[in-house]
């Protein structure tokens, strides 16, 4: 009798959103190593080595955990991939860009340690959410602007699964044609003035690596004449909560940007 393969048992996590979905299924003892990043969930970074961070790897400390798999995500990784790839090491990238394939990327992490239908049960219940607060954005009697800045020098708009997350939650983006965009530097607004000609009402910052400063923001040129420093509209989402394509995206992420519209529709009904 051929036996039923269970899927990988010594795990690297290279970024936080295959980690945080291993430990939601339960199968947190397959990973051997982490993202120095990670922050979700907490008890991963006392439990796990960390081998890695975004740009760059120990590959020493790697290949030493003997992994039977390594999980990474986008061309940013793609070096590392590739050098574990030449040491004979097993590699699978993910490159979700939107909210679908994020879901997607999680079923097949899931079906992988043998977790498929208890993982499609997880999701199910955060596609659910999502529709319940896809409604509730509907019904809102205003819809804001709202500019989400991923980095701040250059300006760096939103990227695709944040811009869907946001019309979601019951806003617009103000730069929905660079969401498309799947590389940083491909949503890169060059020009400052023309955040402020399309007058957001809401800013949204989530700078990877650094804490937002909304009097930073409300001090650039010519900002006092947009709608969100004049109302004080000014927020903060922690890259860990939005900007990992993962579970954090699809759940904190998405409720924070909702609270944040909510109470600004309710105070321009």
């Known amino acids: 009798m051929i036996a039923i393969p269970r899927g990988p048992r010594r795990i690297v996590c290279l970024t936080e959103e295959t980690t945080e979905w291993l430990y939601l299924l339960g199968e947190e003892a397959r990973i051997v190593g982490i993202s120095g990043y990670t922050v979700r969930p ?56 939107s ?14 340690v043998g977790r498929a239908e208890e993982g499609l049960g997880l999701l199910e219940g955060m596609r659910a959410r999502l529709l319940a607060v896809e409604a509730a954005g509907r019904a809102l009697p205003r819809r804001p602007r709202v500019f989400f800045e991923e980095w701040d020098e250059p300006h760096i708009s939103a990227i695709r699964w944040v811009s869907e997350l946001v019309g979601i939650a019951g806003g617009d983006d103000v ?35 650094k804490k937002f400063r909304a009097e930073k923001v409300a001090a650039r040129p010519g900002w006092d004449q947009v709608n969100a420093v004049r109302d004080r509209q000014l927020f903060e989402i922690k890259s860990a909560d939005i900007l990992q394509p993962g579970p954090a995206a699809l759940t904190d992420g998405v409720e924070q940007l909702h609270r944040i519209i909510v109470e600004w529709s309710r105070s321009h009904a």
């Open 99 to 112: 909210v679908e394939e994020i879901f997607a990327m999680l079923y097949q992490v899931a079906a992988m």
């Open 175 to 209: 730069f929905p044609e660079l969401a498309v965009q799947a590389l940083g530097k491909d949503r890169i607004v060059p020009d400052g003035a023309e955040i402020v000609r399309r007058n957001p009402d809401i800013v949204v910052g989530s700078w990877c690596g």
């Open 42 to 97: 907490r008890r991963a970074r006392e439990e796990k080595p960390k081998v890695s961070a975004f740009l760059s790897a120990k590959m020493d400390r790697i290949l030493a955990l003997r992994p039977d798999c390594v999980f990474g995500f986008s061309d940013l990784q793609a070096d590392i991939a590739a050098e574990l790839v030449r040491k004979g090491v097993q590699v699978t990238i993910f490159n979700q860009r």
